[in-house]
């Protein structure tokens, strides 16, 4: 199985930026598709973008579209989730997940594995 470790997130003001990393280990990164999901306090994970295991398929949800982008490094095992233009509806704890499969998907129950997840904060 791999081992999934979420940094970068931190307090911004809104308008700012920030970039996320999800490092993985135990097994060979490129063989994952991976998301970004993200859960706010008194609200259901939801889904904000995902990478399939070549790179090349990047979907992304619609409040988050032109100012997120979710990239991988597969030599690094590791992926990214840089984030601009933050608004205070973007303040929640952000998760790295991953499935075994070449092809992402948008649900929480697709997903075989997941980092603790890293908190972001926008002030207004």
């Known amino acids: 199985q791999v081992q999934l470790v979420e940094s970068g997130g931190g307090l911004v003001q809104a308008g700012g930026s920030l970039t996320l990393s999800c490092a993985a280990s135990g097994r060979t990164f490129s063989n994952y598709a991976m998301a970004w999901f993200r859960q706010a306090p008194g609200k259901e994970r939801e889904f904000v973008a995902a990478i399939s295991r070549s790179g090349i398929s990047t979907p992304y949800a619609d409040s988050v579209k032109g100012r997120f982008t979710i990239s991988r490094d597969n030599a690094k095992n590791t992926g990214y989730l840089h984030m601009n233009s933050l608004s205070p509806e973007d303040t929640a704890v952000y998760y790295c997940?991953?499935?075994?499969?070449?092809?992402?998907?948008?649900?929480?129950?697709?997903?075989?594995?997941w980092g603790q997840g890293t908190q972001v904060t926008v002030s207004s």
């Open positions: 997940a991953a499935r075994s499969s070449s092809y992402w998907e948008s649900r929480v129950d697709q997903y075989n594995y």
